[in-house]
C-alpha cells in the first residue's frame, strides 16, 4: 500500500467534511470559544460622535498658529456631557472621553498648556498659554473610527476570542448567533489499558491518550462523550460504535487500528459503515483510519481512528483530526502557522517519512531536541513548544533553519 503525504491525506480530509449548519442564539458571556453562525452588522458608530483622546483642552486650530497663543476657557466638558458651539477665539477644558463640541478642530495635551489664572465655581472663566501648535484633528478620535454603521464587523466562521467579544459588545448586542458545537465521542482500545485511580493489572498500563484527547478537543469548542476503555472484541467495538454514532458527529478512537488478530476497528467500522485504512508518510504516526458509521433514520457520523501510542496519538490528532473538526465549525483551515528558526541540533539520521519532532526554544531564540524521540514518550510533548517540520530524508545540521510549529497554534482556537 502506498503511502500519503500529509498534505494527501489533509486534503481527502478536509474535502468531505462539511460545515455544520446547526445554529443558536447564546449571550455574549457564553460566547467565548464559538464559532460565529451570521455575519455582526454594526447598528451604530463605534465611536458614536468625535471624541477627544486625552485630558486637555479643545480648541480650533486654525486659532493657534504660533506657540504662546493665549485663549480664554469658555467652557468645561466632562466625559458623558455635549459641549456647546465653541466660539471662535475660545477654548474648552476637556477630559478623555468626551465628545468633541460642534466647530472645534483640535485638543491640545494638558501637558502642552499653561493655566493663567483660577477657575471659577463652574471651572471656567480662565485663561490657557498654548505652547503647542496643533494640527487640525490633533488627538480627536472620529465618529465611527473603529466600527461604521450598518457594515459587518465580524464575519461567519470567526472564532471568538475575548477580542471578538470585545467588539461584539462594542456594537451594543448581547446574543449572538453561534455554530451548534460539534459533538464528538471518543473511545480507547487495549486490554492492557488501566484508567487512573484504578490498580494497575497485570501487563497494564496506565490510558493516557483519554485524558490528552479529551483536552485536545475540550480546547476545540466541542462537546464530547467519553465512552471509555472498550474490550477488545468485534461485538464489543461494534456495539459502542453504534452507540456512538446516534448522537454525534465525530467518532474519534485511539488504539486497534492495525491489522493484528486483536485489532478489531478495521472489521468493526466496515460493518457499521465504511472505513479508509491510511498509511500516511509521517513519524510519529503513520497509521490513520477515516469512513462513516451509520446512523438510524439514514445518516452516518465521521470516523476517525488514531493509531494507540501517546505521541503518535497527539500528533495525528493536531495534523489530522483538528483541522477536520475546524471544517465542521465552519472555521477556516488554512495551513497552520510557523516559524524559521535555528535548529541547535544535529539531526543526520533522517527517516523516509516526514518527521514532526519535539523541540523547545531555548533562550537564545534556537530549538533544543528532546533527546528520546520514541512515539511511546510522552513527556517528550509535554517537555516542548512545539513541532519540528522535518522533510523525509532531510538531514538537520546546528545552524539550519527549520520549521517550527508551536503547540498553541494547534492546541487552541
Sequence with gaps: MS???????LE???AQAKPTQL???????????????QDLISAVNVPPMDNTQMDGFVLRADDVTEIGTVLPVSQRIPAGYIGQPLQAGTAARIFTGASIPPNATAVVMQEDCEVIGQPDEQGIHYQIKVNHVPKFGEWIREKGEDLRENTSVLKAGTYLRPQELGVAASTGVTQLVVKKRIRVALFFTGDELTLPGQPLKPGGIYNSNRDTLIACVKALGCDYTDFGIVPDTLEATRSTLRSASQEHDLIVTSGGVSVGEEDHIKPAVTAEGQLDMWQIAIKPGKPLAFGTVRRDHNSSAWFMGLPGNPVSSFVTFLLFVRPFILALQGRETRNEAYFELEADFDWLKPDRRNEFLRVKVNQHGKLDLFPNQSSGVLTSAAWGDGLADIPAGKQ???GDKIRFIPFHQLLHG
Excluded: F, I, N, P
Design 396 to 398: 538537520v545540521h546546528q
Design 3 to 9: 503511502m500519503k503525504t500529509a498534505a494527501q491525506a
Design 12 to 14: 481527502t480530509l478536509l
Design 23 to 37: 445554529e443558536e442564539s447564546v449571550s455574549l458571556q457564553e460566547s467565548l470559544g464559538r464559532v460565529l453562525a
